[in-house]
């Protein structure tokens, strides 16, 4: 039923902040909202990670062709690109969507430090804001990091799907292959970007629990 509510709110209004005022009537607090967003930028990288790997994949498998139905080949490299491409969209997504609702968190928070009549309780919350906000932002800052190394990965497969669809033969696959290692290695880094990145988001999930 809640989630039911705050869908409805964000298709009648498209706004997120009714999102999150919807969310708060039915006890659902942007902290609470983060903390899920993170959970899901992290499955988004790690969909990723397996999507990148099996264009790799398929990548080798061309290198390695040794007689059959090229125009086959070149529709699942194809393919293999396209699912990339989506991946990655679903990726920057994602990290958007966690950026939206820490950038609303933070702002309430901020106002709500001139609400309080406590000194003491004012300065500890305070630090708590800068604790969080530090940690948040090597988060984000990871996650940003991952998200760039993305784009080199694409624009090689994609390069390699273009150079096929019209040089469709052996010199063209033996063109390809000789890039083959540069891709593997920009794979590599992608990957290693978004494992850091998703560690960050462990450490990040583990302060707001505290």
């Known amino acids: 039923m809640r989630i039911l509510i705050l869908s409805l709110a964000l298709m009648l209004t498209g706004c997120q902040s009714a999102y999150?005022?919807?969310a708060e009537q039915v006890g659902y607090h942007k902290r609470e909202i983060l903390v899920d967003r993170v959970e899901d930028a992290q499955e988004s990288q790690q969909e990723a990670q397996e999507q990148f790997s099996s264009?790799?994949?398929?990548?080798?498998?061309?290198?390695?062709f040794d007689g059959g139905d090229l125009e086959t080949v070149?529709?699942?490299?194809?393919g293999e690109y396209e699912d990339s491409a989506d991946a990655a969209a679903e990726v920057?997504?994602?990290i958007d969507d966690v950026a939206d609702v820490a950038s609303a968190m933070f702002d309430e928070w901020e106002e709500e430090l001139g609400q309080y009549q406590s000194a003491?309780?004012?300065?500890?919350s305070e630090a708590q804001l800068r604790d969080t906000r530090r940690r948040y932002d090597a988060m984000l800052k990871a996650m940003r990091q991952a998200e760039a190394k993305m784009a080199p990965v694409l624009k090689r497969l994609k390069d390699n799907e273009l150079y096929l669809k019209h040089n469709l033969n052996a010199r063209a696959i033996g063109?390809?292959?000789?890039?083959?290692g540069v891709?593997?290695?920009?794979v590599e880094r992608v990957i290693a970007e978004m494992n850091r990145a998703i560690a960050e988001s462990d450490k990040f999930i583990q302060t707001l629990d505290q």
Do not use: H, P
């Open 120 to 124: 003491n309780l004012r300065r500890e």
């Open 183 to 186: 891709l593997e290695q920009e």
């Open 20 to 22: 999150y005022a919807a």
């Open 92 to 94: 920057s997504s994602r």
């Open 74 to 78: 070149y529709d699942r490299v194809k």
């Open 55 to 64: 264009a790799l994949e398929q990548m080798k498998t061309l290198i390695d």
């Open 175 to 180: 063109a390809v292959g000789k890039e083959f």
